[in-house]
């Protein structure tokens, strides 16, 4: 891939995800009901009512993907969520509502796209110990034969691509891999490779974390 295209699409993912730190803060709140009648006839505020359903809703989210009692961490659910799939939808030429598939596999947390009946998975080894973190990135581009991505495309992180549609990047301990090899030749308006579109939707990501930071 030409070193000016790759630069091309970094530039346009890290647009795509403008405002990923300030998206959530911006959403209007929900409005509750006024009251809520308990089936023991008390009444409860339509507050306390919308923060109990907002507990349960956050209890039953964390029971979803906890194993070991912890969940993927914030910044491992961001691939799956705001700004990122917005940047999806688009880099992948996804029409409609985009909704992704996600799995907690601790300490593995994936985000799954269908695009034209094909899936591009996002992957974050989620753990946050340093030596940890490595060893796992060293040891995936071993196995994927991966070659380090050289110079500003890669983005001063450890940093692996396959050529032909995997990429990687070690953060904070973090390996994120994005996975675009299922992707049939010619996907969505045939104006990227399977390689590209892997690099571009790492680079969301990582636009993403570094402005949680």
């Keep these: 891939m030409a070193r000016m295209t790759w630069l091309g699409i970094v530039a346009a993912a890290a647009l795509l995800t403008t405002g990923c730190a300030s998206a959530a803060a911006e959403a209007p709140p929900s409005t509750p009901a006024a009251s809520h009648t308990m089936p023991d006839g008390s009444v409860m505020s339509g507050a306390e009512h919308g923060?109990?359903?907002?507990?349960?809703?956050?209890?039953?989210?964390?029971a979803d993907h906890a194993q070991d009692g912890q969940g993927p961490s914030a910044a491992a659910r961001m691939i799956c969520e705001g700004q990122v799939v917005t940047a999806a939808a688009v880099i992948l030429s996804l029409e409609g509502a985009v909704e992704p598939s996600t799995q907690w596999d601790a300490p593995a947390y994936s985000c799954?796209?269908?695009?034209?009946?094909?899936?591009?998975?996002?992957?974050v080894h989620d753990v946050a110990d340093a030596a940890e973190g490595q060893e796992h990135f060293d040891a995936m581009q071993r196995e994927l034969g991966a070659q380090p991505i050289e110079g500003m495309l890669g983005l001063g992180l450890p940093s692996f691509s396959t050529g032909?549609?995997?990429?990687?990047f070690l953060r904070d301990g973090k390996t994120l891999t994005v996975d675009a090899t299922a992707l049939p030749d010619g996907f969505g308006d045939g104006a990227r490779t399977q390689d590209e579109a892997a690099y571009a939707l790492a680079s969301a990501v990582l636009t993403c974390w570094v402005e949680h930071d």
């Design 51 to 62: 923060e109990h359903s907002a507990d349960a809703h956050e209890d039953g989210h964390a």
């Design 112 to 123: 799954t796209f269908d695009v034209d009946g094909a899936p591009l998975v996002l992957e």
């Design 164 to 168: 032909d549609g995997v990429v990687g």
